[in-house]
């Protein structure tokens, strides 16, 4: 039976690859864009992974032009304002499409059919946000779950594969529950899957 770490994938310098690359590392698995307004995430997803990456976590970004058209750019433009904007140095692969459709990227029917529903704050009006945004300038709503709602949502996986968690795009990076996810993850063994709470 395939897994996420059967998937080809290219990384944003053009080379194939796959996650096997990640076997028995914790992943964050985050859509990514140059041009939103959660941009600023590139931050602090690269401090966890510098917090963390001798423990065994990296965090993978896929920039995806799925939402507003906020990420336009070519691999190589993407590169350049990764490695000037926002200096990141976790892996980036080629732009892709999160959403469901012919185009979806494989990953993400994984990670969407596995964990179908963002942890989010009960107090966000992120969707609602989105919402009128949408409306006001012509952009289709809002996808629905199982779909990515927008850009820098999270998805957490086990050293074993297993799809641990989700969050929503406007959590962010260094969020005590996103911390103490990843934390419990790089904790547990390569054969153990800890049970992540909401």
């Known amino acids: 039976m395939p897994t996420l770490y059967d998937v080809p994938l290219t990384t944003l310098s053009g080379q194939s690859t796959s996650l096997a690359d990640y076997k028995g590392k914790v992943m964050l698995i985050v859509n990514v864009a140059s041009k939103c307004g959660l941009t600023p995430q590139y931050t602090p997803l690269e401090a966890l992974y510098q917090r963390y990456k001798d423990r065994g976590l990296v965090v993978l970004g896929f920039p995806a032009n799925d939402f507003a058209g906020q990420e336009p750019g070519t691999d190589e433009e993407i590169a350049k304002f990764c490695s000037t904007e926002y200096p990141v140095t976790f892996p980036l692969f080629s732009k892709t499409s999160v959403v469901k459709g012919e185009g979806q990227n494989p990953v993400y029917y994984e990670l969407t059919t596995a964990q179908p529903d963002a942890i989010t704050d009960p107090a966000s009006t992120w969707r609602s946000g989105l919402e009128s945004f949408a409306s006001k300038h012509g952009f289709p709503p809002p996808t629905q779950p199982p779909d990515v709602l927008w850009n820098f949502e999270k998805f957490l996986v086990g050293r074993d594969g297993s799809i641990l968690a989700r969050f929503a795009p406007d959590m962010p990076p ?25």
Request: no cysteine; proline share 8%; aromatic share 0%.
């Open 174 to 198: 260094d969020d005590h529950r996103i911390v103490a996810a990843i934390e419990q993850a790089l904790a547990a063994s390569p054969h153990a899957t800890p049970a992540i709470k909401e």
